[in-house]
Nanobody, 132 residues
C-alpha cells in the first residue's frame, strides 16, 4: 500500500512553467525505490491520459504531446516524484494525478507505462490551468 499526495498545480499563462510534486507515504510491503510511478491528466469531458512515467530503474517514457517540454524525475530519499512542465500550453489544462504500482514478478516489461490500468494506487490530483 502507498498514499500519494500531489501538489504544485496552479493557474499560469502559456509559455510558463510549473513543477508538480507527488509525495508517497504509508508505504508498506515494498520500498519506494521499487515502485513504478507515473503522471496522468484528465481534462473536462476527456478520458484520463498518461503523461509521463518512470520505472524503478529510472527509465522514463512520455506522451508525444509533452515530449521535450515535460520532465519526470524522482527523489528516492524523499519518496517524491516530480513533473517539471515547461512551455505550457492551454491544452495542458487538466487535473494531474500521480499513480504508483509496486513491482510484480513477470510484469516488469510493462514499465514505464502510460496505461491507466497498470496502476492501482492514485493520488487525489492537482489542478493545472493554462491560459492563452
Amino acid at each position: 500500500l502507498v498514499q500519494l499526495v500531489e501538489s504544485g498545480g496552479g493557474s499560469v499563462r502559456a509559455g510558463d512553467s510549473l513543477r508538480l510534486t507527488c509525495v508517497a507515504s504509508k508505504i508498506t510491503g515494498y520500498s519506494y525505490s521499487t515502485y513504478n510511478m507515473a503522471w496522468f491528466r484528465q481534462a473536462p469531458g476527456k478520458e484520463r491520459e498518461g503523461v509521463a512515467a518512470i520505472d524503478s530503474d529510472g527509465t522514463t517514457d512520455y506522451a508525444d504531446s509533452v515530449k521535450g517540454r515535460f520532465t519526470c524525475s524522482r527523489d528516492i530519499g524523499k519518496n517524491t516524484l516530480y513533473l517539471q512542465m515547461d512551455s505550457l500550453k492551454p491544452e495542458d489544462t487538466a487535473m494531474y494525478f500521480c499513480a504508483a504500482e509496486p513491482p510484480e514478478i513477470g510484469m516488469d516489461y510493462k514499465f514505464p507505462s502510460l496505461v491507466q490500468d497498470d496502476y492501482n494506487h492514485w493520488g487525489q490530483g492537482t489542478q493545472v490551468t493554462v491560459s492563452a
